[in-house]
């Protein structure tokens, strides 16, 4: 599981790597005994929970987003510690304070370890394991597992514990293999799925979620360790949503908001900002062509016994950088919707595709076009169209079985446009051609950051 606050890319206690041995000036580290003790018992119990997974169960509401919802750099209150237990065995456990009475404390260690069950003990800010005891004319003595220091004894009557948790007897304790998406990474971007589904709000089966032309994990890692900006540099959330827009790196396609998709600003791809690149932190270098080309058509035919209505709209978004004099390379963004009905006396149906997605790679170039102001820009999409899709009808039509349509893909070859003043804006109304409704596209084309 990625940890967003440590900052360490590399070696053996890397952000996104298990750690080898504890390092107690790592603050990953030197506060896991709760996690660490917790994960001892679960394994008693052949279960195989990580520290980060009973960390993330504990953290999980702690705040929105996957900031702080692993251990870092702090300890646990007596309800958390519970909260793991419970997690961890699939069943309450039973607190009680050991300072009540040692008799009483002795008496359940005893009885505890006789039925093959640990203790899980805290004294103020440490938590371990009780795993034996053992009584001689020196004293009385419980054995420990300390996630700390390893292991050792301790007398009671020299010393007494804060609290200690008893174990349940109906146990089911909690593995990983129940759930793979720990263990996976589906899409091979360097993010697990279940670091994705439960904690990023990414897709397993999606590498670059916010088409931005990054991996998520470059994303993620752009936003944590820039050396400015970056979350675990500066534990300022400024660095995971930079532009304020509420959606952090992973989620946002252009995180400065400055005009220039992600990928068009770090486009070795490597969630690094080397020069000459232009910087995912500052919204006045994107050097980029951008804009967006909507289409519409929503068409509503009347007849004497009934209508039919469909509504088809697409809107893209584009973004291409210069690659040399003259020369554009960039990505688009389609999105599209299909819905239809239709409604007669005796029989009335419905459809809807949902919201469809496909990206398309665009190259093109400008120049100056002589006798006339401003840059000319043009540029094409490969694809020039997404997959075929079916439209599956939902009827209400006696003895008639709901018609399937094969549609051809959603079509958008790139566009063209005058640059004025740095932009071009276009509108064409088409809807005389239908015979009722609205039919229009409508085109923005700008440059940032550079002179043609």
């Not at 919802?69 to 961890?88: E, I, N």
């Not at 000459?276 to 932190?281: A, I, K, Q, S």
């Not at 919707?337 to 006396?345: A, C, D, I, L, M």
Request: include cysteine.
């Amino acid at each position: 599981m990625l940890l967003l606050e440590l900052n360490s890319e590399d070696g053996n206690h890397a952000w996104d790597a298990a750690h080898s041995g504890l390092d107690r000036s790592d603050p990953a580290d030197n506060h896991n005994c709760a996690p660490a003790s917790i994960a001892m018992i679960n394994h008693y119990w052949a279960g195989d929970l990580s520290q980060d997974r009973i960390g993330f169960e504990i953290f999980r509401n702690r705040a929105p987003g996957p900031e702080n919802d692993l251990v870092y750099s702090g300890g646990f209150r007596v309800s958390q510690v519970t909260l793991g237990l419970k997690f961890a065995l699939g069943a309450d456990p039973s607190l009680k304070p050991a300072s009540a009475s040692k008799e009483t404390f002795w008496e359940a260690v005893k009885a505890e370890i006789d039925r093959d069950k640990p203790i899980l003990a805290a004294e103020p800010g440490h938590v371990f394991v009780i795993v034996g005891y053992e009584e001689t004319p020196a004293g009385r003595f419980v054995i420990i597992n300390d996630p700390w220091v390893g292991s050792y004894e301790l007398s009671i009557d020299d010393y007494l514990l804060d609290i200690y948790w008893l174990m349940p007897d109906a146990r089911v304790p909690m593995s990983e293999e129940s759930e793979l998406a720990i263990q996976l990474d589906s899409d091979g971007d360097g993010v697990l799925d279940f670091d994705e589904t439960e904690r990023f709000g990414t897709l397993p089966d999606d590498p670059d979620f916010d088409k931005d032309n990054l991996k998520d994990k470059d994303d993620v890692r752009g936003s944590i360790f820039d050396d400015v900006f970056g979350y675990a540099v500066t534990h300022d959330l400024l660095g995971r949503d930079y532009d304020g827009d509420g959606l952090n790196m992973e989620l946002d396609v252009d995180s400065d908001g400055g005009g220039c998709f992600d990928g068009m600003e770090d486009y070795d791809y490597d969630g690094k900002y080397l020069e000459p690149e232009t910087w995912n932190f500052e919204d006045g270098d994107d050097a980029c062509i951008t804009g967006t080309d909507e289409i519409l058509l929503d068409e509503n035919q009347i007849y004497d016994d009934g209508n039919h209505h469909q509504r088809l709209q697409t809107l893209i978004t584009f973004s291409l950088r210069v690659i040399e004099r003259g020369k554009l390379d960039g990505l688009a963004q389609i999105q599209y919707s299909h819905t239809g009905e239709f409604n007669y006396p005796e029989c009335s149906g419905t459809h809807d595709i949902g919201l469809q997605y496909y990206q398309a790679r665009l190259q093109g170039e400008f120049f100056k076009t002589p006798g006339q102001e401003g840059t000319f820009v043009s540029f094409q999409a490969t694809p020039a169209s997404g997959e075929p899709y079916i439209v599956q009808w939902n009827i209400s039509c006696q003895g008639v079985s709901p018609p399937y349509e094969e549609n051809k893909g959603w079509s958008w070859g790139g566009t063209n446009g005058q640059l004025v003043d740095g932009s071009y804006d276009y509108y064409l109304d088409m809807s005389d051609k239908i015979t009722n409704g609205e039919f229009w596209q409508e085109t923005h084309i700008e440059q940032g950051g550079f002179e043609p």
